[in-house]
């Protein structure tokens, strides 16, 4: 890669550990400092894993739920058109789901500033460890998996918030208030959420914030660039998230896909919406009856793509299982109960792998 006349631009004003360093940490800096006009090898996906762009189902999406209903007398209709959402779809979409427009402007002004720093004003909170909490990092688990992924991000945990808040970046000046006054909006939707799944099951409506512990909620800031081939790659390929429920929040560009009846259906944006996720733990508290479903994230030549992941999740000593009311002898439990804890290490030890993470904590896994 021609990079010498850049390379010393470069390396006036950078740190000596990073000029240092002949390969980019970050995705983003290889796509702007090299002008590549062509992805390389270790971001190529074998033939047989490729997006196949061109089989992408376009004129489906997932169903938009209004939620104003939710705290009038037609709550139950709203309940159960959430419930029809997560048994058929795995995912709906959100209106008047009562996060500010500006709360939201904000955190995605303030994304797309982040990625705009000089690169070693990002790094500083680089990290390929996946145990850290908070960090900045490159396509997936870079200590794990086989093919790079095209995307770089920044994981935060974000509750309890004053225990995370002092670990985040100070730059942009406004990162703290902003990305803090979106994260308790957030947490209030996911609450709000998260009790109406519970009652659209025929559980108390708390029961399954009951199960969570202290609850816990982490976010990624995902950084998609631009990519000269994106029919090779992937932003993040098929997965499901291991966490209880994700809100989403995307710009403009499309990029999202979710598997549906065996085909990849693509989730175009919705200007003030979200898009929500059950994830694998609400596959198990349910026993099935809803499942953490398959999706991926594509990238496009010509623009960035910037999405903001909310992971809602238990605490990781929270006890996980299927909830009692929902096994039976016709219907017994298909999971073992595990902390969250145990869950999560094997998640991001695994990799993005194929495979369900799921497998590994059933009833009959001799693997547990
Ligand atoms: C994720 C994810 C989708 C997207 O971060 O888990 O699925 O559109 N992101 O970025
Ligand atoms: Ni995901």
């Known amino acids: 890669m021609a990079i010498k006349t850049d390379r010393h631009a470069l390396e006036a004003h950078i740190s000596p550990t990073i000029a240092a360093n002949t390969k980019r940490l970050l995705l983003s800096d290889l796509v702007s400092s090299d002008k590549i006009d062509q992805v390389p090898s270790n971001y190529i996906r ?5 997006p196949n762009l061109q089989n992408v189902y376009h004129d489906h999406t997932i169903p938009l739920i209004d939620l104003h209903d939710l705290s009038t007398p037609n709550r ?18 959100v209106k008047n789901h009562g996060v500010p427009e500006s709360t939201i402007s904000n955190m995605m002004n303030i994304a797309r500033e982040f990625f705009k720093l000089p690169e070693e004003e990002r790094l500083k909170t ?10 900045l990092s490159t396509s997936f688990n870079i200590r ?3 093919v790079a992924n095209w995307r770089d991000f920044l994981r935060l945990h974000c509750h309890p918030l004053h225990d995370y808040i002092h670990e985040w970046p100070t730059n942009p000046e406004a990162f703290r208030d902003h990305v803090a006054e979106y994260c308790r909006s957030a947490r209030g939707l996911a609450l709000v959420l998260v009790e109406a799944i519970s009652e659209s099951l025929g559980l108390e409506r708390d029961y399954i914030n009951r199960q969570l512990g202290n609850h816990g909620q982490h976010m990624a800031l995902n950084y998609y660039p631009p990519c000269p081939q994106p029919d090779l790659t992937y932003g993040l390929p098929g997965h499901t998230d291991l966490n209880l429920i994700t809100i989403l929040l995307q710009d403009e560009v499309p990029g999202l896909q979710v ?3 065996g085909n990849w259906v693509a989730v175009d944006p919705v200007p003030n919406t979200f898009i929500i996720n059950i994830g694998d733990q609400v596959q198990v508290l349910s026993n099935d009856k809803y499942k953490s479903v398959l999706h991926r994230a594509v990238v496009n030549c010509e623009k960035e793509r910037i999405s903001i992941p909310t ?10 299982g299927p909830a009692s009311e929902l096994v039976s002898g016709d219907e017994p439990a298909v999971y073992r109960q595990f ?8 998640f991001w030890n695994r990799g993005l792998a194929t495979e369900n993470c799921l497998d590994m904590f059933t009833v009959t896994s001799s693997s547990s």
């Open 76 to 93: 139950s209709h709203v309940v159960q058109q959430i419930g029809r959402a997560c048994r058929d779809y795995g995912f709906f979409q």
């Open 126 to 135: 680089y990290s390929d460890d996946p145990t850290k909490t908070t960090r």
């Open 46 to 50: 074998p033939i047989s894993q490729r």
């Open 311 to 320: 992971f809602y999740c238990p605490s990781r000593d929270a006890v996980i």
């Open 259 to 261: 598997l549906r009846n």
């Open 144 to 146: 794990t998996e086989k």
């Open 339 to 346: 902390t969250y804890g145990e869950y999560y290490d094997k």
